[in-house]
């Protein structure tokens, strides 16, 4: 199973000899090896491939809860647990949703654009982060100009270099909308850093993972409607327990849906026919 | 060289030529044909200690660039005696290893060392420099800095997705960037 948490990387060091790091080193590259085994952003599955990712004797909680999230989701896209699942995982269900809404296509562009303005304005690195900026609307144009077929979309999205360039567009604004909102979130942040530092070492940078105060910040940057159906060993009512984002959209239809196991997010699709 | 990598670096270097910013010397840069690596020439500011003074910077860019930081030593003949520079020309600079982000570039890393260069009260090397020089691994990025800033405790810093074969070496820095 895909595993990007934390729980890998050392928090203190005090008492960790050379051996110990090169122990580590040699545990991280395995991670690192088995990660690149799986695509960026897998195929759309049926949605009991998760079900079969459990033993139904050893790990009969996440068994059973698959089960259960197959009555209600009819597909599953495994995203690569490489730290940038939730960005990625976004990343793909926005782009889903703008090859079929081509109104809404339009805006998004409208809104790249306007993001671009808006990040140097707030000081980031001016020809960087447009560059980001523009590859992005450049992508979301070919697919407005019919340069793309479904499959050459996915063919991007599956490509580092491309795929990785999409998606710093997505770090790039969530730190923007934090950054042009400090005074809302700045009480958010941990003690002894500022959110200037929080967003350059835990958003903007790579591979780092998405807390609660990203999610939020990129569900209000793109204004997305997103439910992250939660599949963990706690008690919950059937189906698990869920989280619609904004707050303020409760029970209302999202547009993108993931679906969290503890470190990881995947993107689900509901069953519309059961609804 | 992987394709994104290929266009950002010849788009950096298009943009370097066409502000070709104070205290680079862009017109001598050297870059391979495949644009891997780049030699910088820098020049000390005016007012400080290396006023005058030039020092070649070697960048070397993977294929991961720019999620990747680069790696950064100083090479050549001249290497600047500096509290953060080791005598084989690593540079113990945090925005090199854990504060990389992609939306810096070669040239805000040459401001990032002409500033921390300007801001030096001694030229001289860190403390620990022998032993370092002499049991390091080549390449800095292989080097793994502690930065006991004050916005963090006691950390170990290491890059999630580089490539980590070989030696990795451990020192210890005091460092407040």
Known sequence: MANDSDENKPTSTAAMTEDDLLLQDQQLKQIEDEQKASPLVGDKLPFYALAGLYDPVSAITFFTKANELAAIYSDIRFIRGDGNCFYRAVLVGIVEILMKDRERLIKFIDTGREWMAKLVKLGFPDWTCSDFCEFFIEFLEKIRDGKYTEAEVFQNLNDDGTANYLLMYFRLITSGFLKDNCEEYAPFIAEGMTLQQYCETEIEAMWKEADHLSIMALVRATGIRLRIQYMDRSEAPNGGYQHDLPDEADNVTPDITLLYRPGHYDLIYRNLVAQ | ?177
């Open chain 2, 1 to 177: 060289m992987s394709d994104a990598a290929t266009r950002r670096l010849m788009k950096e270097l298009a943009q370097l030529k066409n502000e070709n910013p104070e205290g680079l010397l862009i017109d001598n840069t050297i870059t391979s044909h495949d644009l891997k690596q780049w030699k910088i020439g820098v020049v000390g500011a005016e007012g400080t200690l290396y006023a005058g003074e030039v020092f070649t910077l070697q960048f070397t860019f993977g294929p991961q660039y720019p999620f990747n930081s680069p790696e950064v030593m100083f090479v050549g003949d001249t290497i600047p005696a500096h509290p953060h520079i080791y005598s084989n020309g690593h540079i113990c600079l945090s925005i090199l290893s854990d504060d990389w982000t992609p939306a810096l570039s070669v040239q805000s890393v040459c401001l990032s060392i002409l500033s921390m260069l300007s801001s030096s009260k001694e030229k001289k090397h860190p403390i620990d420099d022998a032993i370092y020089v002499r049991t390091c691994n080549k390449n800095p990025s292989k080097t793994r800095w502690w930065f006991h800033g004050k916005r963090r405790n006691i950390q170990v810093s290491f890059r999630p997705m580089s490539d980590r074969a070989g030696f990795i070496n451990v020192f210890t820095r005091i460092d407040s960037i």
